[in-house]
């Protein structure tokens, strides 16, 4: 059995943990492994293994983990399987088809090309400008042909043009509706991408030296799924994770390591003291510092009450699966913002931060553009209710040029 140890390059290390012997290239190999798993043919040929440790075209910032291995298959599918190996977990996949959705939906979409020509600001107002114009066109095509609608004439019948109109009009009302939905939760989705995510450098991984543990206490490994190690202050645990078939519970517990001691509701304890570092260092605008610093600096949750806490092992509402890491403690903050935060133990990550204005724009996202209150009917009667939606809007938009090319 193999135990991975973490030096001080970040590179992850494996050794034969009856022999204490290195295996060496490790990580590679145990990517590998991980990656014929997923992809459940055990004898595919693989024609590359790259460590990732920046995000690409093809495995974009929303997908989170980092860093992560790409085992690219030679096989009529081209497939690409994405893994991180100090979670054991699986990142996505990318196929030929994923491959060709994925450009073609940076470039018509999220009009990535104009990051090319222009940076992030610029592209999202270009975006927005284009949205405003089809939010004020939605709104005139409902008063249009909601309120001015007996002001127009009926078609006549075997009159191509009148046709045209009729059915122009018929439809257009509910496209106005479907359009402004569209084009308003697009556009303010896409402002607040003005402010960047940057959950990636709220990370606690301090440095544990051979001489502080070489004297640990020996635990029951009955059941532990994962084993870590976490300084916390001048204390050092062993955090150990584990399932409870019965209660059907994850159980993440901290014994220390000189006396064999577990503490007391550790995990969320561990998540309080994440949350206060994030949060000084937010209030910095820097990286992690010492903890005596950190505990001295003011912040929106300095001396805020903890309302809830408790352990998400389930994507729902508004920690949806977008946010990738599980399990995660939930910590929600007593403040005028109602802050949130979403702590990744047993890596020292911060999963989330959720405000209220956070919360305003995803219900915006999710019921507006992503149809999520239809989520009762199933996602295939979900989907098929969006790609009517958007079918409506290309409809009306095809009609509406013919219209326009018959008059002219």
Known sequence: MPGIRKGVDDKLRYFNTATGL???????????????????????????????????????????????????????????????????RFATFNDRGRKAFIRVFSTFHNWGF????????????????????????????????????????????????????????SIGIWCSIFTFAFAFSGAYHAVQKLDPDQRQKYIYDPVIKTEEIAQASMIDLKGVSNIGLIKWGKNIFWQTVRKDWETDKTIVDYINIRDGQKLDDGNIRFAKYLAR??????????????????????????????????????????????????????????????????????????????????????????????????????????????????????IVSVLGLLVFLKIK
């Open 114 to 169: 104009m990051d090319m020509i222009a940076n992030n600001t610029v592209r999202i107002a270009v975006m927005v400008a284009f949205l405003s114009l089809i939010i004020l066109s939605a709104v005139a095509g409902v008063m249009v042909y909601g309120l001015m609608w007996k002001k127009f004439k009926t078609g006549r019948s075997g009159n191509r043009r009148g046709m045209l109109r009729k059915y122009h009009r």
């Open 22 to 88: 290195e295996l060496p290239d490790g990580d590679r190999i145990y990517a590998e492994h991980m990656a014929r798993y997923m992809l459940g043919e055990p004898e595919s040929m693989i024609i590359s293994s790259t460590l990732l440790t920046e995000f690409t075209d093809q495995y974009k910032y929303v997908n989170r983990f980092l860093p992560v291995w790409k085992i690219s298959f030679d096989d009529d599918r081209e497939m690409d399987i994405y893994v991180e190996t100090g979670q054991s």
């Open 277 to 394: 570092k994030f949060a000084a260092q937010e209030a910095r605008n820097a990286e992690s510092c010492c903890d005596l610093m950190e505990a001295q600096i003011s912040s929106p949750i300095s001396d805020a009450e903890v309302e809830k806490a408790s352990l998400v092992t389930t994507f729902a509402g508004e920690y949806g699966f977008v946010n990738k890491r599980l399990p995660v403690v939930k910590l929600a903050y007593d403040t005028p913002q109602h802050t949130t935060y979403y702590i990744e133990t047993t890596t020292g990550r911060l999963a989330a931060k959720v405000e209220d204005h956070d919360r305003r724009e995803g219900f915006s996202f999710a019921f507006f553009h992503k149809y999520s209150g239809l989520d009762f009917l199933g996602k295939n009667a979900r989907d098929g209710v969006m790609t009517a939606a958007a079918a409506s809007v290309l």
